[in-house]
């Protein structure tokens, strides 16, 4: 009795647990029935044996070789033993970072820290304990010339940690503007913003003020290929982070309903467009969602009377005059 009164401690399993009745249809006949179902029904027969026939193609096709990359040799030998420092000096003002200690902090020693972190004795304390690589803070999507003192930072703490023989990485934003400050910089970047399908900004919650861009929009790309420039050529660095990669993807703003209208209209003949989306019209015929851009930093959504939904002609209660040429706003908030 003493393992039936340990087992009731424990709860340990009995080695013969009860049977359960088991459901009358048994596989055989399951099968059956679902599959006359799936026959009965053209729509559900068709969709299978399409994926059928995917699947055999796809297992069929080979897959192009993956690019072969050339790490450095110092990766390759060394490996990583890495000290990570991600938040340039905007978010730590700004946002006091993701560490609440900022709220209780002065500026002036949220700054002796941001120096301490930047100095040479960081870099030899950590290369004592056996790093051999950092990665600094770079840039956060704040503007050029507003984050000109992380920046030239990053530089300049690369070159002492290359002075001691360790390796630097530098920490870039690739997905979120704080669009406050650099929509005072670059007026433009306002289209750079992604909208959800209310037209509104979707945010990198909690903070408010850092709002997702589309990542493929040729002002961005621009905006970026210049900081990876400095970065390589100017800061010589061994390594770029790119952050925020979570998001960032096209939305319901106008450049890229304009795009996706675009591919479309490429895509489908006018007779394909009638029976797919029951209607034939090309984009040249509908409400051009590029036909106006914002120019204020807090634009919540386009004007009224312009809809620009990627699933059908734009509805517009402006006169067409007015709804395709270009509109300028002040004073509107998100």
């Known amino acids: 009795m003493p393992d039936q009164k340990a087992n009731e401690i424990t709860g340990a399993i009995e080695p013969n647990p009860p049977k359960y009745d088991s459901h009358s249809v048994g596989r055989r006949d399951f099968l059956a029935q679902t599959g006359s179902l799936i026959a009965a ?14 699947s055999t193609q796809i297992s069929k096709t080979s897959l192009p070789e993956p ?64 790093f051999n690589f950092i990665l600094t803070p770079f840039y956060k999507g704040g503007g050029i010339k507003t984050e000109q003192n992380s920046i030239q930072d990053a530089k300049s703490f690369t070159e002492i940690c290359h002075k001691h023989g360790m390796h ?40 408010y003020f850092r709002r997702w861009v589309n990542r493929s929009h040729p002002g961005f790309r621009a905006h970026m290929r210049e900081l990876v420039r400095y970065a390589v050529q100017d800061a010589k660095v061994d390594l770029i982070h790119f952050d925020n990669y979570e998001g960032g993807a096209p939305g319901y703003e106008p450049y890229s309903v304009a795009q996706f209208r675009q591919y479309l209209e490429n895509k489908y003949t006018p007779e394909q467009r009638r029976k797919r989306f029951g209607f034939s019209a090309g984009t040249t015929s509908w409400c051009s969602a590029m036909a106006w851009s914002s120019r204020i930093s807090n634009q919540a959504a386009p004007p009224r009377g312009i809809q620009p939904n990627i699933g059908r002609p734009c509805r517009s209660s402006l ?11 002040t004073g509107m908030s998100a």
């Open 168 to 207: 630097v990485g530098v920490y870039l934003f690739s997905g979120t503007v704080f669009y406050e400050s650099l929509l005072a910089e670059e007026p433009d970047a306002i289209n750079w913003l992604t909208w959800d399908p209310s037209g509104k900004f979707p945010i990198y919650h909690p903070f």
């Open 67 to 130: 690019r072969k990359q050339a790490r450095p040799k110092w990766l390759r030998e060394e490996g990583m033993v890495a000290a990570l420092d991600t938040e340039p000096l905007l978010p730590r003002l700004r946002a006091s970072g993701f560490d609440l200690s900022y709220e209780f902090m002065t500026y002036d020693q949220k700054l002796a820290l941001w120096r301490r972190g930047h100095s040479e004795e960081i870099v030899l304390k950590l290369k004592d304990l056996g």
């Open 41 to 54: 029904v053209p729509v559900l027969s068709r969709a299978f044996q399409a994926a059928a026939v995917g």
């Open 319 to 329: 006169p067409r005059s007015a709804a395709t040429r270009e509109h300028t706003f």
